[in-house]
């Protein structure tokens, strides 16, 4: 079996003893970071969320899949952020009040990071107030917001009207993603921007900055 593959497959068994030994040693053969990121631990991840999806699997399942993978990451990670020369922008980033998914979010922060930007995650369950607190002090130029329950979705539109509120909706470009969002609900709530996964979150910030 090809190692990345092995990767994803440790992942779907939940080895989180396995993964990081696995990551080591695609990279001693010179695959690159993202590679692994992409073929490997997000590939095992996105198959333990379609056997959720189908009920094969449950929330436990779940959650040690989930373990094995950020070990995985912790190795890259350094990587992935090395490749930076010089900041491109910043980006404050969260996942939305009442919502503790942060796989996904955690993803596009180390890839942005990956790319060069200078990242501050302000982890999961973020309230309005916290999130216009850190652009304001962080001079973000980038603010992006995931969400992965349609109940926690339609709290960005409320930090959205915050920001405009504060007069910091022209200072900063709002970028949304998550598995239940889309373009129109972007433009419905007036975010900047909707990117349906890592890659093109990197592309959109890169877009909006005019980079
Ligand atoms: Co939950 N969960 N969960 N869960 N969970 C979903 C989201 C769900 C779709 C499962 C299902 O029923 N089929 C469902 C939501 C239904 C809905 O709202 N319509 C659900 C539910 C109901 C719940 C609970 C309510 C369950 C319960 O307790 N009864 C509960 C809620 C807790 C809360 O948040 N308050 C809950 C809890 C959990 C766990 C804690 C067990 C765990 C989260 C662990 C963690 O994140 N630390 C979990 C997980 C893992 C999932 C699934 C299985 C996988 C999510 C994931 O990590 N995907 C998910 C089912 C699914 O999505 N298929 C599910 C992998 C990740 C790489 O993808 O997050 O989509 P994703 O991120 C992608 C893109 O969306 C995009 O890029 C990423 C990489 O390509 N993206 C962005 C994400 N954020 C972005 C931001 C951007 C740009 C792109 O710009 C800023």
């Given at each position: 079996m090809e190692i990345l593959e092995e990767i994803a497959a440790e992942i779907e068994k939940g080895d989180p003893a396995s993964v990081p030994a696995l990551t080591e040693k695609a990279l001693s053969q010179d695959i690159s970071a993202q590679d692994i990121l992409n073929k490997g631990l997000v590939a095992g991840m996105d198959t333990i969320s379609e056997r959720f999806k189908k009920g094969e699997i449950f929330i436990p399942e779940v959650l040690i899949a989930a373990k094995a993978m950020k070990a995985g990451m912790e190795i890259i990670k350094p990587l992935l952020a090395e490749s930076k020369v010089e900041a491109k922008g910043k980006v404050v980033i969260g996942t939305v009040k009442?919502?503790?998914?942060?796989i996904g979010k955690n993803i596009v922060a180390m890839l942005l990071e990956g790319s060069g930007y200078e990242v501050i995650d302000l982890g999961n369950d973020v309230p309005k107030e916290k999130f216009l607190e850190q652009v304001e002090k962080e001079r973000a130029n980038v603010l992006g917001m995931s969400a992965l329950l349609t109940t926690t979705m339609t709290y960005m539109r409320e930090v959205i009207e915050s920001l405009e509120k504060a007069g910091l909706k022209q200072k900063v470009k709002v970028i949304i993603g998550g598995a239940p969002l889309t373009y129109s609900f972007a433009e419905q709530i007036k975010a900047d921007g909707y990117a349906p996964d890592a890659a093109s979150a990197v592309d959109l910030v890169k877009d909006l900055l005019n980079q």
């Open positions: 009442g919502d503790l998914h942060d």
